[in-house]
């Protein structure tokens, strides 16, 4: 015992000896060993003070992150403006032609394609074929989380849209693209019957650009607008789950609960922490919807397990919002929908200070893959795109 201590005692720098190693006698042993007893202790309690200081840095860094900066400045000729509102007008006074968008996009699709729910309701059993993939494309493994939040949801007599109407319907998908910087379009926009607009676009100073209706606003919980924006009363909230703590916040926020703490880790981004709309608010967007997107639309081969990275096989929002119009619509229009690089300068957003460059550190979606179908779309007729950042029809070249 003695030996192997002194063995110990040998191998250690004298800085680090502690008094232990030279006991002469019981009672200052004991007296000694408080010491060591409170430095284990102090370790403790600083890996404990350093753990919750790691936990509110991951919970407050992407807020701080976040802050929104000063739009860009962006000048649209005179010219341009007007051809613009003209080609809108003619949009807008065009025949509405019933079932138009979803029939050519079904002629894309595999004859499979049945999908014709795209929310999911609390008295509509889950199909099977929802539980083949993870989220976004599924909701496999999820049953339990997924039937729960199903009974908060609305029954399917509930309407899919806000506005009651029989009428042949018109829709515009509001992409976020800079492209809708001064060209207010405000006014021509609130003519659609359906204004879909996507994570935290905003209205407000914006509204002469880009209208001040929402009838859906679709979104993730990171995307969500921290404040609600929509002013308009019957305006419908489509949840969108991309990963399974999604489904935690959305009852979370149809319940006026809080988030729980432990759920705040899987967050890239503070999320909102309540939606003041009413449970009959709240649609669940059927995963089909992006699968559709993804597998058949833009061909993206199936997901696949993977530990690092991702296969760039998730559309973007505004790709899935496409899709989602085409069966609650009749007609469909985009607008802001624009990557186009060559642009340079021009801004990313319409409401805030990025570049159009900052596109190409994009690695979740395949950018160039989504503009070609969008532009093959706008080529057939599926869609119009109003703002002409995907194809400009009249643009000097
Ligand atoms: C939009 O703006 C118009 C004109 O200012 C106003 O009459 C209307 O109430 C607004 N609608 C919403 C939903 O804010
Ligand atoms: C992209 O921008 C460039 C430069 O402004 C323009 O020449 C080109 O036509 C644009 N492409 C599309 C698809 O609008």
């Given at each position: 015992m003695e030996g192997t201590r002194s063995l110990r005692a040998r191998r250690y720098p004298a800085s680090l000896?502690?008094?232990?190693?030279?006991?002469?006698s019981s009672g200052r042993q004991n007296s000694m060993r408080l010491p060591k007893r409170w430095a284990t202790h102090r370790c403790w309690l600083l890996l404990g003070v350093v753990v919750v200081l790691l936990f509110l840095a991951m919970i407050c860094l992407p807020w701080i992150q976040t802050e929104t900066s000063k739009p860009l400045a962006w000048y649209v000729t005179h010219a341009h403006k007007k051809q613009v509102h003209e080609h809108v007008h003619r949009v807008l006074k065009s025949q509405c032609r019933p079932g138009s968008a979803r029939n050519r996009l079904l002629a894309r699709?595999?004859?499979?394609?049945?999908?014709?729910?795209?929310f999911l309701w609390k008295d509509v059993p889950l199909a099977d074929?929802?539980?083949?993939?993870?989220?976004p494309f599924g909701f496999r493994s999820l049953r339990g989380n997924v039937e729960d939040l199903l009974k908060l949801l609305p029954d399917s007599?509930?309407?899919?849209?806000?506005e009651k109407t029989d009428k042949c319907r018109r829709c515009v998908v509001m992409g976020?693209?800079?492209?809708?910087?001064?060209?207010?379009?405000g006014p021509l926009i609130n003519r659609f019957d359906t204004i879909i607009r996507l994570n935290s676009?905003?209205?407000?100073?914006?509204s002469v650009d880009v209208?001040?209706?929402?009838?859906i606003r679709m979104s993730y919980p990171e995307g969500t607008p921290r404040r609600w924006i929509d002013?308009?009363?019957?305006t419908v909230f489509v949840a969108v789950v991309y990963k399974s703590v999604d489904i935690s916040w959305i009852s979370a926020m149809m319940k006026k609960l809080t988030v729980?703490?432990?759920?705040?880790?899987?967050?890239?981004q503070k999320v909102p922490d309540?939606?003041?709309?009413?449970?009959?608010?709240f649609r669940l967007l059927n995963p089909e919807i992006i699968r559709e997107t993804a597998?058949?639309?833009?061909?993206?081969?199936p997901p696949r397990k993977r530990?690092?990275?991702?296969?760039?096989n998730v559309p973007t929002i505004g790709m899935s919002a496409l899709n989602l119009a085409s069966v609650l619509c009749d007609e469909v229009s985009l607008a802001g929908f624009s990557y186009n690089l060559s642009r340079q300068g021009a801004p990313l957003h319409y409401y805030d200070h990025l570049r159009i460059t900052a596109m190409l550190k994009e690695t979740t979606h395949n950018v160039d893959r989504e503009t070609e179908l969008l532009q093959k779309l706008v080529r057939e007729g599926a869609v119009t795109d109003l703002t002409q950042g995907l194809h400009c029809s009249f643009c000097p070249s």
């Open positions: 000896q502690i008094p232990e190693e030279f006991p002469d699709l595999p004859a499979s394609s049945h999908m014709t729910q795209p074929d929802l539980f083949l993939y993870p989220p007599d509930s309407s899919p849209l806000p976020n693209g800079g492209i809708l910087k001064g060209l207010e379009l676009g905003p209205l407000g100073e914006f209208g001040n209706r929402t009838s002013t308009d009363p019957d729980p703490l432990w759920d705040w880790l899987f967050f890239w309540q939606i003041p709309l009413e449970p009959h608010r597998l058949d639309l833009l061909k993206y081969p530990l690092l990275g991702n296969d760039q």
